[in-house]
């Protein structure tokens, strides 16, 4: 039987909007260009894992030339998770009609520990068979390793997986190990490539 498996950055959520870019660039005290620049030169270490909240907070405030104190590192945390709830209406809408129809569903995403407890805590995450995040498996996408230790949970072979992420590069590596891997960036998108797969939507 075949999986769904959805990226949740892009996919599940929205991007980050810029009110919420705005609130943590004057969290940080610096634009948002700035912000930009040092969130994601360590992102990928904060998602694996290898550096937890307080290091990765760190490691910007060192970028941008600060050190933050620990209530500063709060508040950053807390507006960064914030930033990353902000769903899809229409892609929950398919989840909840894919599910339905009694597809078997489950989540690959890079997120770090505070992120991926916010993200299993919401309604829509029961619609989900499993929840895979990168700082859980200290692997992230596009790392085949990554992919590998998600076909080992679901006990799938590549073949039975369809894959849904807004990253080209991560739908390239996914498509390397033979998951039908698929880069949308819409949930019209969505839909037409799970048609188009013969995934029924109820």
């Not at 810029?18 to 943590?24: G, I, M, R």
């Not at 945390?77 to 489950?106: C, F, K, M």
């Amino acid at each position: 039987m075949t999986w769904v498996l959805f990226d949740y950055g892009g996919v599940i959520c929205r991007l980050q909007p810029d009110e919420d870019l705005d609130l943590l660039a004057a969290a940080a005290g610096c634009s948002r260009q700035a912000l930009a620049d040092a969130y994601w030169s360590s992102r990928l270490d904060y998602d694996r894992g290898d550096l937890d909240a307080w290091s990765y907070w760190q490691k910007v405030g060192e970028a941008l030339g600060r050190a933050f104190s620990a209530a500063q590192v709060k508040e950053l945390i807390r507006l960064d998770v914030e930033s990353w709830l902000h769903l899809d209406p229409e892609t929950v809408a398919l989840i909840e009609q894919v599910s339905s129809a009694g597809h078997r569903l489950a989540v690959l995403s890079n997120a770090p520990v505070e992120l991926a407890e916010a993200v299993s805590a919401l309604p829509v995450a029961g619609h989900f068979m499993a929840m895979a995040f990168s700082c859980f498996l200290r692997s992230a996408k596009p790392d085949q390793a990554c992919y590998q230790a998600v076909l080992d949970r679901l006990g799938a072979r590549p073949s039975e997986v369809i894959f849904l992420d807004d990253r080209a590069e991560n739908v390239t590596s996914a498509c390397m190990l033979g998951i039908r891997g698929i880069h949308v960036t819409t949930p019209a998108a969505i839909w037409s490539a799970l048609a188009a797969q013969g995934i029924a939507t109820g």
